[in-house]
T-cell receptor, first 114, second 111 residues
Framework: ETGVTQSPTHLIKTRGQQVTLRCSSQSGHNTVSWYQQALGQGPQFIFQYYREEENGRGNFPPRFSGLQFPNYSSELNVNALELDDSALYLC?????????????FGPGTRLTVL | QQQVKQSPQSLIVQKGGISIINCAYENTAFDYFPWYQQFPGKGPALLIAIRPDVSEKKEGRFTISFNKSAKQFSLHIMDSQPGDSATYFCAAQSWGGKLIFGQGTELSVKP
């Protein structure tokens, strides 16, 4: 069984640029959630995708968008990057929407915005 | 109401001692309470989790105690080891799968 994988591992961008982060969910999982973790903080929920549809969104502006593909892998896109977008971006997969489904996290993508 | 408050922010324990981390929540719709362990540069790893119909759950050296009426839960690490040194996050989840995390506790276990 393959765990959650994310790419790239690290990324450096400049303010105003756009970035795409990728996530492959764990085998058998159809739900992907994205989280932003600033240094020294707990992860903050960005949004969740269930069977290719967005299912819930946290307090993030529309320049944060996403996609889920038929194989349940997912992308997070961030437009017009700001310095405060520098963070570890985490993807988590689970097997459904019901409360109590275990979410398994990938290693994250470290984004630095200069 | 969506917050999960975690304490302490940092904790130093001697090898073999007991590490205790506490969390409190407000939203009674939460029905799943996991704890995650995170090492520097890594993603959070699920450690142990509990549902509110159970007051205690033990897995090896890790125990969750849950007090539904007080809306509090805690993680106990027995016989703490230097390899347990990491950041620990409590979280709460309601139907739909959105996890609300605490601020984290940086645990250091001294040999």
């Amino acid at each position: 069984e393959t765990g959650v994988t994310q790419s790239p591992t690290h990324l450096i961008k400049t303010r105003g640029q756009q970035v795409t982060l990728r996530c492959s969910s764990q085998s058998g999982h159809n739900t992907v959630s994205w989280y932003q973790q600033a240094l020294g903080q707990g992860p903050q929920f960005i949004f969740q995708y269930y069977r290719e549809e967005e299912n819930g969104r946290g307090n993030f502006p529309p320049r944060f968008s996403g996609l889920q593909f038929p194989n349940y892998s997912s992308e997070l896109n961030v437009n017009a990057l700001e310095l405060d977008d520098s963070a570890l971006y985490l993807c988590a997969s689970s097997s459904g929407l019901k409360g109590g489904d275990e979410q398994f996290f990938g290693p994250g993508t470290r984004l630095t915005v200069l | 109401q969506q917050q999960v408050k975690q304490s302490p922010q940092s904790l130093i324990v001697q090898k073999g001692g007991i590490s205790i981390i506490n969390c409190a929540y407000e939203n009674t719709a939460f029905d799943y309470f996991p704890w995650y362990q995170q090492f520097p540069g890594k993603g959070p790893a699920l450690l142990i989790a509990i549902r509110p119909d159970v007051s205690e759950k033990k897995e090896g050296r890790f125990t969750i105690s849950f007090n539904k009426s007080a809306k509090q839960f805690s993680l106990h690490i027995m016989d703490s080891q230097p390899g347990d040194s990491a950041t620990y996050f409590c979280a709460a989840q309601s139907w739909g799968g959105k996890l609300i995390f605490g601020q984290g506790t940086e645990l250091s276990v001294k040999p």
